[in-house]
């Protein structure tokens, strides 16, 4: 949009032209003005209001009579006018890039000297149009630049905004011509978070500098790409910020690389963790005891060495490809069927006890657990089995245990009670219902042992505890109807004798209940008062025995001394014979007497009274 040259006249506006005839000295006044606008158009010195202003100033000079030119611009609301308004005028359009940017004005002003048909000539005509396109050339210049500024800063908006970190580098190159390191040119914002320093502490400074530990890989990269020109990209782990990135690195032009710089190191961590995680479940899922396999429901893709040992194969590979059906029970494959479907739409069944077949045809038991796996990016079934042969055979003695001692409990002769530690019953025997005289065990539903009126305050705080206690306890059954407690077909009061054991659970140690043996002692304890009485009754026997003796002795020795004073000695040899018929009698007392006090003391010692 420059002139250079116009007409083969120099267009340099510092030379003055030559005296010529007035045609030619009004040619080359509107050649000079025109060498002038272009220029101050040229020089692009100032900005657009400046230049208009200058242009408009020498547009009278382009004219036959300068003195009566108005000459104005009008660039949207700008408007940059000499003279007066006259509508004698020409009016330029100014070309921009989007259409019609303004007009160019000139007009006369006053009248026009006398013999003027045409108020502007051809010559003139033109002049305003070169100017008025000179003048477009300077507006389109300048939108340019108003774009190129906006372009720049949505460039630094974007790449600030941009989430990964932007290097335009420079290269720098040895005596060869080879790359060798890379001067920092612009960095963006994440960049700078990214690396912790400012851009103004990181212009200037070449790559390899700043991040001395760079890998050989990533040195080759960057310098292929300014080599070649060919894009590429890589990850490298940066030791100076301790973590990984990934790096796409292309030229933008000659001698430039631009490094487009990605963090993941938490992604490398995450696949790290990943792998551990996976290695992990490899080795759990390998060594483990229960049978893991993987299936599409149709054939088997996967089995651990317990799956291989569980169907009696040598290897895991030798289950892979066999069908899934056949290695199940006939009577259970239309269960296996279902639970299959239900895991393939999304349910996760319950664990279930199902029979497999062994290799040699042998039904094994197994308790399993189906899941929905992905599996080689496909979506499959995973089932875990465990072989529950030895619990089977477990149960069955269990049952059978079960059995045998609900006999012994039934129809054991001594009352068995089984409390929970809030005193209700769960278990009573037959022989217990006898004792209270209750009908059946349905009476007896809801009683609570704390609850009886005949349980003592301090047994119930003993069985509470949990202390295993051994006591004779009567029993008031009256009581025990009146209150509601339980129906009896007994009356009056009977004596119990109750051993309580503490029950605890075998593998925490919590205590669970209180089992109560009972036995009714009424008689027994009948039995023992009698005795006692009886034993009571002999020692008081046996010392009225010894008073009597005494008693005895001493009226015969006076009988004796009388019998000595008499002179009649055959009445006195009689009276002596009766006396120690007497004292015979006496002796033998005693001698009775000393043996039961030698037997009482014996039933004395052996606590037999």
Known sequence: GEVLLWAGVNLDGQQKLQPRAPGRERQARRMEALSRISGVIAQGEGNLHEICRQVVAWMPDGFRHPELISARIIIGRAVFITGDDNPRRIVAALPSERGVA?????????????????????QERNFVHTVAVMIGNVIAREETKAAL??????????????????????????????????????????????IGYGRDEVI??????????????????????????TPEHGEAHCRKLDGYYEVRAYRPQCN???????????????EEALRESEEKYRMLVETARDGILVHDTRTFLYANPAAAALFGVERPEDLVGMSVIDRVHPDNRDQIRVRMSEVISGEIPPLRETQILRLDGSAVPVESAVSPVTYSGKKMVQITMRDITRR???????????????????????GIEYYNLEGRLIYINRASLAIYGIP???????????????????????????????????????????????PTTRSGTIVIDVHAS????????????????????????????????????????????????DRIRLPLQVILGTADLIDDDEASAKIREQVERVNSIVRQLDKGWIESREIREFLRRNELV
């Not at 007009?107 to 000539?121: N, V, W």
């Not at 630094?156 to 335009?168: A, G, K, P, Y």
């Not at 690389?257 to 938490?266: E, K, P, S």
């Not at 009424?522 to 003796?549: G, S, W």
Request: proline share 5%; glycine share 6%.
């Open 502 to 549: 503490p029950v605890h659970d075998r593998k925490t140690g919590v205590l669970k209940g209180i089992l109560m043996q009972i036995q009714d002692v009424t008689d027994r304890v009948r039995m023992e008062d009698q005795r006692q009485q009886a034993f009571y009754q002999i020692e008081q026997n046996i010392e009225q025995f010894a008073i009597l003796a």
């Open 256 to 270: 430039q690389l631009a490094l487009i710089v990605n963090d993941i190191t938490i992604q490398k961590k995450t």
């Open 149 to 194: 500024k906006s372009l720049e800063r949505q460039h630094r908006l974007l790449s600030d905004q941009v989430l990964e970190s932007i290097f335009l580098l420079e290269t720098v190159r040895d005596s060869a011509g080879e790359p060798v390191d890379y001067r920092c040119i612009e960095i963006n914002s994440r960049a700078e978070e990214e």
């Open 440 to 486: 059946s065990r349905r009476d007896v539903i809801g009683y609570n042992l704390f609850r009886d009126p005949n349980t003592p305050a301090w047994a119930r705080e003993r069985f509470r505890r949990g202390d295993e206690m051994h006591c004779t306890t009567p029993v008031d059954l009256d009581l025990a109807r009146r209150a509601g407690t339980y």
């Open 102 to 122: 303004g007009y160019l004005e000139v007009e006369y002003q006053g009248s026009l000297p006398q013999g003027t048909r045409d108020p502007f000539k051809p």
């Open 204 to 229: 200037g400074k070449t790559f390899f500098e700043f991040f001395p530990g760079t890998s050989p890989e990533l040195r080759a990269m960057l310098c292929r790409v300014a080599k070649t020109g």
């Open 392 to 414: 089977k055979r477990y149960e069955a003695a269990l049952r059978r245990n079960g059995e045998r001692f609900r006999r012994i409990f039934n129809q054991s002769p001594i």
